[in-house]
């Protein structure tokens, strides 16, 4: 079963703008990851955020990580038509390799 | 470099049919995962190996469920008989270790209709 849920499920922006996805989950883990799913394809990583750090940038992307409060957040600056996709976070306990999957969030940037 | 490759890209049969999936992960990845997605949903750990070893089987359903990595390199998931329930994609994926921190790269999947 899944134990992370990504918030919200669907997010419509004008190209341009920022888009902001979040995630939750109920256990302690060792390490965050945010992947990248369009339509018809496999999923892609982007970015790995540890337990002990608490912001990670890459390009256009941020990611923060609250562990007090179990959620990380996805931030896409100045986004573009084809960050149009599905992205999903996915989550590691301590000790373990397993990648938990939410259900992701639905990404459509309008040109 | 290849990514992950599966075939068939799609597949549709009727229910009680046998049905098999085959995956060629990334060159030198000695860890392979399926995966299954439904519609709307994230994907979910079906098996993992290392090298030709399925090191977790624990979420892959045994009584219809299936499969093998032999020589470590390839693999294929059997399911025998299908049921209507199992329509979704089933994604492969391979890292080049074991740990989570490991990225892992996926194939596009195989989208299984069952009739």
């Known amino acids: 079963s899944q134990q992370g849920e990504e918030d919200p499920q669907a997010l419509s922006i004008q190209e341009g703008e920022n888009a902001t996805m979040n995630c939750s989950y109920k256990t302690s883990i060792n390490n965050l990851q945010w992947y990248r799913q369009n339509s018809g394809r496999g999923l892609v990583h982007l970015i790995l955020?540890?337990?002990?750090?608490r912001e990670k940038h890459s390009g256009r992307l941020r990611v923060t990580l609250d562990t007090s409060k179990k959620s990380s957040s996805l931030l896409i600056t100045a986004s573009r038509a084809a960050d149009t996709a599905s992205y999903f976070c996915g989550h590691s306990g301590a000790g373990s390799y397993q990648l938990t999957f939410g259900k992701g969030t639905k990404l459509s940037v309008i040109p | 470099e290849a990514g992950v490759v599966q075939s068939p890209r799609y597949k549709i049969i009727e229910k009680k049919q046998p049905v098999a999936f085959w995956c060629n992960p990334i060159s030198g990845h000695n860890t392979l995962y399926w995966y299954l997605q439904n519609l709307g949903q994230g994907p979910e750990l079906l098996i993992r190996?290392?090298?030709?070893?399925?090191?977790?089987d624990s979420q892959l359903p045994k009584d219809r469920f299936s499969a093998e990595r032999l020589k470590g390199v390839d693999s294929t998931l059997k399911i025998q008989p299908a049921e209507l329930g199992d329509s979704a994609v089933y994604l492969c994926?391979?890292?080049?270790?074991?740990?989570?921190?490991?990225?892992?790269?996926f194939g596009p999947g195989t989208r299984l209709t069952v009739l």
């Open positions: 955020i540890r337990s002990n750090e």
């Open positions: 994926a391979s890292s080049s270790g074991a740990t989570s921190t490991d990225t892992q790269y």
């Open positions: 190996y290392e090298n030709e070893e399925a090191v977790d």
